[in-house]
Nanobody
């Protein structure tokens, strides 16, 4: 099982980025895919998640309305479209996969079994 995150970079405040998480070794629909972010000295923070088989999407309050998560099963890829970025969005972003995650635990990083290597997002003011 592998997850490959990409799409990070440097962007000005107000700009947009689309992160991608390409998975291999499992059927994408069988897993929930989550995005988490982390800055030095802080705990990993939930950003968004999407479940397979039409199970829905979930967003943190800090990004709701600015972020859209989607999936393309044919490409084994999940996307995180981030708009209206602010310097507070600067972090290392990780994607993760977990199976049989109930909705109440979707925001808990411990619910996820597999993690990608992450991608850096930097938003300048």
């Amino acid at each position: 099982v592998q997850l490959q995150a990409s799409g990070g970079g440097l962007v000005q405040a107000g700009g947009s980025l689309r992160l991608s998480c390409t998975v291999s070794g499992f059927n994408l629909d069988d897993f929930a895919i989550g995005w988490f972010r982390q800055t030095p000295g802080k705990e990993r923070e939930f950003v968004a998640a999407i479940k397979g088989y039409g199970g829905g999407t979930f967003y943190s309050d800090s990004v709701k309305g600015r972020v859209t998560m989607s999936r393309d099963n044919a490409k084994n890829t999940v996307y995180l479209q981030m708009n209206s970025l602010t310097p507070e969005d600067t972090a290392f972003y990780y994607c993760a996969a977990g199976s049989r995650i109930i909705n109440s635990q979707i925001r808990n990083s411990r619910s996820y079994d597999f993690w990608g290597q992450g991608t850096q997002v930097t938003v300048s003011s």
